[in-house]
């Protein structure tokens, strides 16, 4: 059996199949055209040569998108790419592929990939983030996604910084027109903002790490900012969702020194006298967002 799997990123989709052992038996990208109807025929381009490769001709798809979907209107909201809000996703790629399809935002689909057969396998409740260009998370329950009643569960990138201190008090506009979104504090934009703001200097994540690592003061300075903020994000999380397992997505995740670094600071924040949870790498990387896509049809439905 295939399962189809489309993510939307920024500059790229990307088509996948994958068969029942979660084995890759297509993979392709192209440009995201960064309008809605050439992203309609970008994806039906990419799952015809899926098909025509791997002959899913009744496979369903699963997509996932930097948003999500009412669950009042079917709709798309809440997404970064903002030509895809407002619009019926779902409704208009069945149409154009002739394939049932399922919307899903791309967090979510991380977070159960990892939690399929990835780093949280095994796992009752896992709580996957995403640690990019932006922040998102998802929640997995029993390997089933958790939506929640309003279809925005996970949704941590556009609450509040917790636990604020003086220096980080004020007006940090996010893109999604509120201010001072956790997005705005522990995405990898974040970092490159704090160094700037910090040195003068604009440099990228992986720069500012190795900075980190040569002894230089001002990335260590960043870097030490960024472990607390997240470990008060996380730790907030922990308070109202307790999960077995958190597992880490993005670039930020790549970084070595953060796991135990954030699981000492997490404990220092959370209503217990223990902090036992797990803080993990992505087992598949950004290969996740495809691949949780691609499971979001489960068993039976698949077949269809």
């Avoid at 084995?23 to 055209?33: D, E, T």
């Avoid at 909201?77 to 002739?98: E, I, K, Y």
């Avoid at 996604?145 to 604020?164: F, Q, R, S, Y």
């Avoid at 598949?284 to 691949?291: A, L, N, Q, T």
Wanted: net charge negative; aromatic share 6%.
């Amino acid at each position: 059996m295939i399962r189809l799997g489309v993510d939307f990123g920024g500059t790229k989709i990307e088509v996948a199949a994958i068969d029942e052992a979660g084995a890759f038996r297509f993979r392709r990208r192209a440009a995201n055209p960064r309008d809605y109807d050439g992203a309609i025929r970008a994806v039906n381009d990419l799952l015809a040569a899926a098909v025509a490769e791997t002959g899913a001709s009744g496979a369903p798809i699963g997509v996932g998108i930097p948003g999500s979907v009412s669950p009042v209107t079917g709709l798309v909201r809440n997404a970064n790419s903002t030509w895809l809000n407002g619009r019926a996703l779902a409704a208009d790629l069945a149409m154009a592929t002739g394939r049932p399809a399922r919307v899903r935002n791309d967090a979510n689909c991380f977070a159960l990939s990892e939690a399929t057969d990835g780093a949280g396998a095994g796992a009752d409740v896992v709580f996957g983030v995403i640690l990019g260009t932006g922040c998102g998370g998802g929640v997995v329950v029993g390997r089933e996604l958790h939506d929640g009643a309003n279809g925005v569960a996970g949704e941590w990138g556009h609450t509040p910084l917790p636990w604020p201190t003086g220096e980080e008090r004020g007006e940090r506009p996010c893109w999604c027109g509120r201010s001072n979104c956790l997005e705005t504090w522990i995405s990898g934009t974040a970092v490159c903002a704090d160094y700037r703001a910090t040195t003068g200097v604009a440099a990228t994540g992986d720069v500012i790490v190795q900075a980190m690592r040569g002894g230089d003061s001002a990335a260590s300075l960043v870097f030490a900012r960024y472990v607390d903020r997240l470990a008060r994000g996380l730790a907030v999380v922990c308070d109202i969702l307790d999960p077995d397992v958190i597992v880490l997505g993005g670039g930020m995740s790549n970084t070595a020194e953060l796991y135990d670094a954030a699981a000492s600071a997490i404990g220092r924040h959370l209503f217990s006298d223990r902090f036992v949870t797990p803080l993990v790498a992505a087992l598949h990387g950004d290969s996740s967002g495809v691949r949780g896509a691609a499971w979001l049809w489960p068993g039976r439905e698949a077949r269809l």
